[in-house]
């Protein structure tokens, strides 16, 4: 029996790495999760999953492979380590910026593997596989949010991003308690773990039978349930494109064919009624960034993931250098998980 890690610092990763988790268990082998830091819910855990309290246990278990869909794991931890990133935003400073963490890259589809291989020639010590991403799995087959109030209309999904430059949660506030007040929209909105707190309270406020704030930890039902996807520049724009739904962003960073991007939160009542009834070519440009981003809708990129870990353990370092050595780093990651073991 293979043993393999997941190392998570936030509640999302539950989402991602659950359906990798599913086929690792499909396969007859063994999954354990260590969590760093203090912002995983402990709570989340399922009772039949085994969770590991320190990093002695970690290496006990010797783990052949470590699962990350963060940014960061300690070199100390035994097996290989995989980043099987937390999202699509490739728009965001730093979702390109090589770590010198990584043994191989699961790339999403071919915008990030065209990327990563670019980066691989600067930095040889890497190996980049295309396979999909995990949190997509279930995105077809899981049973969509259901809305708890009599209220009925189209349901508008706000998923903002929480980084302060980004984020449309300040200037979008007043023309979404306007709309919620004023039609039958029902408005269903997701904050990201690590929103400003104040917005958080301040949207929560706002909650009636047409204004929602979801506390649910899972987003993929609440995808399914939307109509329309209202967000700045989040990674979850791209789930939601993944089910050919259309997107309303606020001064998205990169705005593309698929999105309709305002610059004024008057313009947001138009846009949502323009969303409503998306055109012939706006369903077209959907399905082409659906093609870079993540083609993949068969359900099998955890899969398709285990298979890359396979296939890279089989090669082992041919043909790559040794990966650099951050001491800085190392003794940072040790302070943090208090370990002073080899």
Known sequence: MNHYLFYISQNYAFEILRPLQAEIHRRGDKVHWFTEGKEVNKQLFLSDESVLDSVA???????????????????????????????????????FRIRDCFDLYCTQGPLFTRKFEQLQLEHPYFRVLET????????????????????????????????????????????IKKLSEENDLRWLIKFHPKMDKQWIQAYKALQHDRLIVAEDSSINPLLLAADIMLSDTSSAITEFCLLKKPVVTFNNLQPEAQLLDISDPEMLPGAIQQASAPSIEW???????????????????????????????????????????????????????????R
């Open 57 to 95: 246990d970690v290496i006990s278990v010797c783990p052949r492979a470590v699962f990350v869909p963060g940014n960061y794991v300690p070199s100390f931890i035994p097996g290989l380590k995989v980043q099987v990133f937390h999202g699509f935003e490739w728009k965001k400073k730093g979702h």
């Open 132 to 175: 999909g991403w995990p949190k997509t799995d279930p995105l077809f087959s899981v049973a969509p949010y259901t809305w708890p109030t009599p209220a009925t209309g189209p349901l508008i999904l706000y998923a903002p991003t929480f980084s302060p430059s980004l984020t449309s949660a300040p200037a979008l506030y007043e023309q």
């Open 283 to 341: 369903k077209q440009a959907i399905e082409a960034n659906i093609s870079q981003l993540h083609p993949y809708t068969d359900g099998h990129s955890s899969a398709r993931i285990l298979n890359a870990v396979d296939d890279t353990i089989a090669l082992g370092r041919e043909g790559l250098k040794s990966k650099p050595v951050n001491l800085f780093r190392q003794l940072k990651m040790r302070l943090k998980l208090g370990y002073w073991g």
